[in-house]
Structures are given as C-alpha cells and as structure tokens.
C-alpha cells in the first residue's frame, strides 16, 4: 500500500507549532508559526522571490502564497532536512504540504481577535464523500487586520479540494483557492537623510492618506497526482498562480532629518498583474538490494510567466513628520503604460538517491534548464529586451550515519533563482529583475541526543549576485555577495512535558566586487546581521489537565541599514508569553489560545532597505477560541 488512508483527527484544536516541528529551521501549522527561518527569509535570502516553492514535493512557481484553508503545514528545508529531496536549491525550499480528508468528518470553527484587536474567523471541514476513496476539504476565513503600524484592513479568502483515491497506488488532488484584500492601508515607509537612524515614533499611529487604499485578489488552483506500478511510481503536478493588484499605494517620507521631518510622496499603481502556469512530471524507479535502496529519477519542469508591472505615478505631499497624520485631498493621477514581462523555462533533470541502512545516504542531481526572459518597456521610450540562458544546474550531498546516534553530512548545490523586483523606493521601482546563477556549499551533522531530543548543526557558504542601490538610487546588480553562516537546531522534549525549539545562525554576510574595491559600496550587505537565534518551548503543566504554557525569546544583533555601511539598527531582544486550554464541549474539542506579544514593549526599527525602515511590532495581545466538532 503506497497511499494509506487518512487518519480522522482533531484538526484545528490541536494546532501546535511547537510540539509539531521537526526542526527549528521553520515551520507553520494553522495560524501559528515557529523557528529560525520562514518562507521569506532563510540565510539571509528570500526562497520566496527565488522561486523555490513546493506543493506535496512537486514544482510550483508562487504569484502568491497558498491559502491557509488548503495548506495544513509548510516547512523550511535547509541543510540535513534537504537530504533526499530531490533538486535542492541554495536558497532554501518551502514545501506546502496539503490538508487531506480522512475517514470521518470533521468541521473546524475558529473565532478570534489577532493583534491589536482585529477579528476574525475561519472554518475548515473534512468530508469523507466515498468512505476513505473520495474526500472534500473546503475553508472559508473572514478577517479585519489591525497593523503593527496602525494600518488596517479587510480580507476573505476560501479554498477546496478534493482527495481521490481509486486504489491504494493511486491519489488525486485537484484544488482552488481563491484570497481577496480591499481597504488595505500601508504606513510610510522612512528613508532618513543622512547617516542615521530616524528618530523614534508613535507605533500604531496610522499617519498615511485615508483615501489611498489597496484592493486586489490572487487565486492558487491545480491538481496533484501520484501512482505506483511495481518499482515505478510517477508524480504530476500542474499549477496556476496568479495576483492582481487593482489599485495600490505606497508612502514615502524621504529625507527624514533627526527631528523626524521629511518630505511625503505618494506612489500609484493599478492594474499590475502577475500570473503563472508550472508544473512538473517526474517517474522514479526503486529497488532494493540487501540493505541498499536505489532510487533514480526523471523530471521535467517547466513554467510560463507573465507579469504586468509599473505604470505607476508619484505626487508630492509635502513636507511631515513621522507618525504625525496629515490628511490631503484625494488627488488624481495619470497611469502611464504598463511594462511588460514574460518568462518561458523548461527543465530537464536526472537524479539518484541511495540509502544504505545503518551506513548512509547519497543523492545527487543533474538539470539542463532552457531560459528566456523577455522585457518590453514602454517609458521613457520602448525598450523590448531578450536574456536567454541555459545553463548546467547539478548538486551531491551525503550523509554517514557514524553511529545509530550521529550522522554526519555534506552538500553542494548550483541553482538558477529569480532575484524579485525592485522596491518603491527605488528610481526603478517594481521593476522585474534578471534570474541570476547562484551556488552553495554546506555540511554539519545531526545528534539524536535522546529518543526525543535532537541537534542538528551545520556550516553553509551561499554565493549570488548581489543588487542593491546605486548612486542614483538605481537597483541593480552591484558585485557578488557571499552569506557564510553557522546554524543550530536543536528540537524535542527536553524533560517530560517540556518541548522546545530553539534555533540560531551566525553569520558573516559579505559583498565583493569592483564598487566595494573603489569604496562606493560597504561590505556588509543591507538589511542583514550576524547573529539570529530564537528560543520557543511549550510546557504542559501536568496539576491542570489541558493547560499548557509557551514562548518565544529572540535575539538580535546589530542590522546594516545602508549600502555604504556607516548605519546600522541596534540589536535588540524580544519576548512572547501565551498559553493554551484544551478541553470538551459536549465532546467537542476545543482549545483556548492566548498570546502576549512583545512584554517589555522593546522598540525598534526593521531594515527594509538602503536607509529605509519601519517600525517594529509594539506589545499586544491576541486570542481565539478553536473547536472540533
């Protein structure tokens, strides 16, 4: 039997990112997330914008993140954790796991209040349709979002699928997804004006223009298939991914002085589209001799991308101070033409994973991927640009398992990323920027220190090309930058009733080439720093049944915040507190949440760019009410 049958279990009380991890490199279930690392940031990159997404293991180029409704856990792959997977990538995979109905039905209900009071609520149900052979899940939320920056603004989203299968070797998953957002309000983002960090502000003192909301929607739907015919199993997966912003704001307050005074500009956008057609087929034939198991692969990828970004206009609001509102009349604007983009890459690929038990694993992979990017753009003049590549991609990594307690491994992994796009602030703002060739070598070992306990270090070396701003507040491509690290996780029960996740990287992120040899640049990349680590644990108090106590302690150093190296944000430390019940109504499961954010209160400035901050979360409280019925 290769696809067993799901198992009917509480879904939503039981949520627990905690007690649910396999590692602290990141992961998230429901509403809650945990670890060093998430989809958008991992060794200091985004796997997000290099496009290293993955649903049930399979290819997936992402406009926009899956809905939660469909989604019963993503996880970071990093390091150890990519051992085996096939294809890595230097950046880091997110895998999406889907939710998946079991034999019985279960109907999920969760009502709360997120941070700084904003309410929402969810449903989630598994609905076995032909016992455990045909299943529906199906989810609908609600939400009204209060922002750390005194932000609002409204969403709803609903998702289904269904899960097929005709026989033990076989499964099917199509699924939708549908998310909408409307009077979505942003802060100012704060560019200071010299060799500074801007003063503090007022959090949650909303000071943007009232009118100028966003609105737009995305939507996620494909379909998933496996099977298995003796040693051979094929797996498919078709996906389309596409976000549409219809109307969009961004606020600048340029020039930011120690007093807290700069000048307002406002940025325009509307229409902006971009969407997404990939997939992947793969064949894997197995067999297995003595203690040795062989798996060799065939892949093909591919995805077909269109984007439709820019026509924006700016307006001058005039001069204002940080967290100081002051309203203007709505204005008008004039859209210029869109610039347009259009991606076209397949791949082919071949891969081997050996396992020896009691001894070791092997894999590697080798990709001939054809790429094409073409750029029309349309102002000032019309520029139609071609970039066309197709390069060599391969990786090895291997693991020895020294003892039954310690294993032991290496890797090294050459990919080919998309790189994002330019940000507001930039004199390219929005623009799509050029797939880059990157690489990355690493290795560490793995200590099951008790049956429940385990640590897991490495070493890694990621190298890309490095963009930034120019001296015309340009983003371009600049040099090189190098991100070496070391990373710990050490997860597990670390005495009865007491789980933790602790997590930590230090790293020496490094940028070279010929601005940083003239001086034009420092060497220290922005928005990065040297030391991350983040602590949670969940403590089960065993003398009141249902009631468990959890955190998260993290610690931060100090942030570049500009490409000349002479700002940087002060480190700080911050603390959460929460705890959870659990108990039956009328023999529905149902769990009590509670989350203190922030304590102390700590203030500080997030680096988003080159001399461009936003404030941090200040305390709050969340809580809901979750019940399986």
């Known amino acids: 039997m290769f696809f067993a049958p799901v198992e009917a279990v509480a879904q939503r009380a039981d949520d627990n990112a905690t007690t649910s991890a396999e590692d602290a490199f990141g992961s998230s279930i429901g509403n809650e997330s945990v670890g060093l690392y998430n989809p958008y940031e991992a060794r200091g990159f985004s796997p997000i914008d290099a496009g290293n997404v993955r649903i049930e293991g399979l290819y997936f180029d992402q406009q926009d993140e899956l809905s939660d409704r469909l989604v019963d856990n993503t996880r970071v792959r990093v390091g150890l954790t990519t051992l085996g997977y096939l294809f890595p990538a230097p950046t880091g995979i997110v895998d999406n796991s889907l939710r998946k109905p079991g034999d019985k039905r279960v109907i999920s209900a969760v009502a709360g209040t997120g941070v700084y009071g904003g309410p929402y609520v969810e449903l989630d149900t598994k609905w076995p349709l032909v016992g455990d052979k045909l299943g529906l899940v199906f989810g609908a939320a609600r939400r009204h979002e209060e922002f750390f920056d005194g932000a609002d603004g409204d969403f709803a989203s609903v998702g289904t699928s269904l899960r097929w299968t005709p026989s033990d070797n076989v499964e099917v998953i199509p699924f939708f997804s549908r998310f909408h957002y409307w009077n979505e309000e942003s802060a100012p983002l704060i560019i200071s004006g010299g060799d500074y960090v801007p003063p503090r502000g007022k959090r949650r003192s909303f000071y943007s223009q009232d009118w100028a909301d966003n609105k737009g929607h995305s939507q996620n739907h494909g379909v998933v298939a496996k099977t298995t015919m003796g040693a051979w199993q094929f797996q498919t997966g078709l996906f389309q991914s596409r976000f549409v912003a219809d109307q969009g704001f961004t606020e600048l307050l340029l020039g930011v002085t120690p007093t807290g005074q700069g000048n307002r500009i406002i940025i325009a956008r509307q229409d902006q589209r971009f969407a997404s057609t990939s997939g992947e087929v793969r064949a894997s034939y197995n067999f297995i001799e003595n203690k040795r198991k062989h798996v060799f692969h065939v892949a093909l990828r591919g995805r077909d991308v269109n984007a439709r970004s820019g026509g924006a206009d700016v307006k001058s609001l005039g001069p204002g101070f940080i967290g100081v509102s002051d309203q203007e009349a709505p204005l008008t604007f004039n859209y210029g033409p869109h610039d347009l983009d259009e991606v076209k890459q397949g791949t082919v690929g071949v891969g081997y994973q050996g396992i020896w038990a009691g001894v070791g694993e092997l894999s590697a992979g080798l990709q001939r991927t054809d790429y094409k990017k073409t750029n029309v753009q349309q102002t000032p003049v019309f520029v139609r640009s071609v970039r066309q590549d197709k390069p060599w991609l391969w990786n090895a990594s291997a693991a020895w398992f020294v003892t039954s307690q310690i294993a032991v491994y290496g890797g090294y992994t050459k990919g080919l990323e998309e790189s994002g796009n330019a940000p507001a602030e930039a004199t390219n703002r929005f ?68 789980t933790v996740v602790l997590g930590g990287v230090l790293m020496n992120p490094r940028v070279t080439g010929e601005p940083v040899e003239r001086g034009e640049i420092g060497r220290n990349p922005v928005g990065q720093t040297g030391r991350t680590i983040r602590a949670s644990f969940d403590y089960k108090v065993p003398w009141v049944e249902g009631l468990s106590i959890d955190g998260l302690a993290q610690n931060i150093a100090t942030r570049t915040a500009s490409v000349d190296n002479r700002v940087e944000t002060p480190g700080r430390a911050v603390l959460d507190i929460g705890a959870r019940y659990r108990f039956e109504v009328g023999g529905n499961a149902t769990t009590v949440r509670m989350r203190w954010y922030n304590i102390f209160n700590k203030f500080g400035y997030r680096v988003l760019g080159d001399h461009t901050f936003q404030f941090n979360q200040a305390r709050n409280v969340s809580i809901y009410l979750a019940t399986d019925f």
């Open 431 to 498: 623009a799509v920027l050029p797939a880059i060739l990157t690489r990355q070598v690493e290795a560490g070992a793995r200590f099951s220190l008790t049956d429940k306990l385990k640590l897991v270090t490495g070493v890694f070396d990621v190298r890309k090309p490095y963009f930034a701003f120019d001296n015309t507040r340009f983003f371009r491509e600049l040099g090189e930058v190098q991100h070496r690290g070391l990373e710990f996780s050490l997860t597990g029960e670390v005495f009865p009733n007491f």
